[in-house]
């Protein structure tokens, strides 16, 4: 990868991007609330849960395939909608529904307004389309693409356990850590799985009865 690359890819995966994604706990606050997560040691098989069932499974390989769908569109121009359509469709909650479009609705805000470039995705489809679409405009790599994604993902809700649990610092560190090294093989578990052109799955009851938990959770600090 060159520099220019790098820094495009550190850009994106920066907790200074301004889209707010530190607001949301994604289920974690629900986790901790039911007492799935106390420790290290069960966070820990938590989000490893989180990388192998939720990424692994569908965010990755379906953000392998916007970004494909994307760079195809003057060849294919309506798989890119058809795969926003099922990814918008693919939350399962009104929480990760709002999350999902506030996150793109910030994020076309700063692809206009830093970038200077025309929002192409409509906010309502929901983060991954945009980010999709903005890694195309900017003609990134679709392995590094999803490892900055991945990185974001697990980065922010290991914070939001080590805020909430509490996690000391060094430990939130350890996690992360043990995590990284697994997921250069979740990458490419979720790249075979986007070539496989198999259908796709985001079908998790247990992570969505935590956030339909979360919508009434008495005194909570994060927005899902």
């Not at 997560?37 to 849960?49: G, P, Q, R, S, T």
């Not at 991954?128 to 679409?133: F, K, L, R, S, W």
């Amino acid at each position: 990868m060159n520099a220019a690359s790098l820094l495009k890819l550190l850009t994106l995966s920066s907790t200074a991007l301004p889209i707010g994604a530190y607001c949301y706990s994604q289920g974690v606050e629900s986790a901790i609330e039911c007492g799935l997560i106390v420790n290290e040691k069960n966070a820990l098989a938590y989000f490893e849960d989180v990388l192998d069932l939720l990424l692994v499974r569908y965010e990755l390989p379906m953000l392998a395939r916007l970004i494909h769908a994307a760079k195809s569109a003057a060849t294919q121009p309506h798989e890119f909608i058809r795969l926003a359509s099922d990814y918008k469709a693919s939350r399962e909650t009104r929480e990760f529904l709002l999350e999902s479009q506030q996150l793109a609705f910030s994020l076309n805000a700063w692809i206009k307004q830093v970038l200077g470039l025309e929002v192409q995705v409509e906010s309502h489809y929901g983060f991954v389309p945009v980010y999709a679409q903005l890694c195309a405009r900017l003609k990134l790599q679709p392995q590094d693409c999803l490892t900055a994604y991945c990185f974001s993902v697990l980065e922010n809700q290991v914070l939001a356990a080590v805020k909430t649990v509490p996690l000391g610092q060094m430990s939130g560190q350890r996690i992360l850590w043990q995590l990284h090294q697994r997921m250069p093989e979740a990458i490419q578990q979720a790249l075979n799985l986007q070539d496989a052109k198999q259908p796709l799955s985001s079908n998790l009851p247990n992570f969505a009865m935590l956030s339909m938990q979360h919508e009434n959770q008495y005194s909570r600090l994060f927005r899902s």
